[in-house]
């Protein structure tokens, strides 16, 4: 395997006995972003003179004989919703173009104090609303298996870069499947973390009470490995929860047997692909030969969840959104007369046409008359989903699905329908309201060879259990190793 194709792990390991050279590595990496990113299209911005600069300082560093950190040396990417001191950070929104924050996000914090090297930003649905990256203001991310196909999203730049090996690793955000579910389309390993494991202080807000930050990474070790680092209480972040953070790469090798595994039979129901339905049977039995045992469950409110969660993430976008007035910061309209219009016109010309149209549901749905009949209905709902899992976790250890009822689909395909494409996140948008951890890990193909993702969702806290049990059938498997077709061979450094 060429040192692109490496895991950070491996590649950690090789800077730090120095076989290899960051700057080197990151030579390479840019070479290779050069030649794929016409393709692919998953970056807003990169930065290659400052990651060959700190890459040089890392290399220095480690000839010194100097103690470095977690990452040392590992590019990564960031999804362009979390704020950089340096870079812009424009959540893909024409609103946001030219922003450049003034501080770093927590997360952007503990990259650079491990001693990461960030490559870019990637790109993503306006805000993070949408399941293709097609929402974009400014491009369509394409998936590496096919270039026709979606990445997934809203995270889609960042699967996308991981999965053509142009990032190490990369961070994401899920507020309602948006780490996992392009990392199932794109073959590689998504986390959501339980919510308040990871601070969101510098993610711009979209859904307040179901955003998290996770990584995307080509092996569990690695989604491991990049969970230390980001995990952990911040002060900055009134959600962030003060428990311990466990060692995550500790015991990954722990043994699932006896294990008991949960699936839900309203996660097999229609609208699920007959290819999927048949990769996640055979990944089941992967874990049966391993000796766990498979309990048939029910959460029995599943069929409410996507109602639930359109209602209560809009509702609280509506809210998160309204800061951009072109007063404070972004984008304003030069064409207008008065204030008034000013703040219409700027909000008109600077959002697109799903982050309005969610503006105006979330709206609706929080206006004086309609409140109780969906916005406290929807709380209330919400709160029996998270009760199915609370029930559900008294017999099993945790529960596995499909992560997307379909693997990746067609660039155009679902993107007029948004009913179509809301129903993408079926599979994982009751984590988000539940507020539990997730996972989605490569387990097969479709007929067309497209990658396919298994979710296993667990307790609240219980990431570290998680990994393990990815990392089980990871073990047994080498679905995670498979690349997509792009010309990798003839260009440097592959
Ligand atoms: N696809 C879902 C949505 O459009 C989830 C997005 C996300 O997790 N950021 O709202």
Redesign the pocket.
């Known amino acids: 395997m060429s040192l692109l194709q490496s895991t950070a792990y491996q590649i950690k390991n090789k800077i730090i006995s120095r076989e290899i050279k960051s700057v080197d590595l990151v030579s390479s990496l840019f070479t290779r972003i050069k030649h794929v990113e016409n393709n692919i299209q998953a970056f807003i911005v990169t930065d290659e003179k400052k990651a060959i600069h700190d890459a040089i300082e890392i290399d220095k560093r480690i000839e010194r004989g100097e103690e470095v950190g977690l990452l040392a040396g590992i590019p990564v990417a960031v999804k362009d919703n979390i704020c950089t001191k340096s870079l812009p950070t424009t959540c893909a929104s024409k609103i946001l173009q030219n922003f450049i924050p003034p501080y770093d996000a927590f997360i952007v914090r503990r990259l650079k104090e491990e001693d990461a090297i960030i490559i870019g930003k990637t790109n993503l ?1 306006e805000f ?4 293709s990256t097609e929402n974009s203001g400014f491009k369509i991310t394409r998936n590496p298996w096919n270039l026709e196909c979606v990445p997934g ?2 995270s889609g730049g960042s699967a996308s870069a991981v999965a053509a090996d142009v990032a190490y690793m990369a961070l994401g ?6 780490i996992r ?1 392009p990392a199932a389309l794109c073959g590689i390993v998504g986390v959501k973390p339980t919510y308040g494991r990871v601070s969101r202080y510098g993610l711009v807000a ?1 859904g307040s009470s179901l955003d998290q930050i996770g990584p995307l990474t080509k092996d569990v070790r690695d989604a491991a490995l990049l969970m230390q680092v980001i995990a952990g209480y911040d002060s900055c972040d009134s959600t962030s929860v003060k428990v311990p953070v466990p060692d995550y790469m500790e015991g990954i090798e722990s043994d699932v047997k006896g294990l008991r595994i949960g699936i839900p039979k309203e996660y097999f129901a229609t609208g699920l692909k007959s290819d999927v339905h048949t990769v996640i049977k055979d990944a089941l039995k992967v874990y049966k030969r391993l000796g766990v045992e498979i309990i048939d469950i029910s959460l029995p409110h599943t069929e409410y969840a996507v109602a639930v ?1 359109y209602i209560v ?1 809009n509702a609280e976008a509506s809210s998160n959104l309204a800061r951009y007035d072109g007063v404070r910061y972004g984008y304003r309209s030069n064409n207008a007369q008065g204030v008034i219009d000013m703040y219409s016109k700027t909000r008109a010309e600077g959002f697109g046409n799903e982050v309005k149209r969610r503006i105006m549901l979330g709206n609706y749905a929080l206006s004086s008359g309609y409140y109780d009949a969906y916005y406290l209905k929807a709380s209330r709902v919400r709160t029996l989903i998270k009760n199915d899992f609370d029930a559900a976790f008294e017999k099993v250890d945790c529960i596995m699905s499909p992560t997307s009822p379909v693997p990746a689909f067609k660039i155009g395909e679902r993107a007029n329908n948004p009913l179509e494409m ?1 129903l ?2 079926i599979y994982t ?1 009751p984590a ?1 309201l539940a507020g539990i951890p997730g996972i989605s890990i490569p387990c097969g193909f479709s007929k067309e060879h497209l990658p396919i993702g298994l979710q296993i969702l667990a307790k609240h806290f219980e990431e570290k259990k998680l990994l393990q049990i990815a990392y089980a059938f990871e073990r047994e498997t080498d679905f995670h190793l498979k690349k997509p077709p792009l010309n990798v061979s003839s260009l440097q450094g592959a």
């Open positions: 649905d993070a609303m949408g399941s999203g809203s955000s899920d507020t309602g499947g948006s579910q979209f969660y993430a809301y993408s996140d948008i988000n």
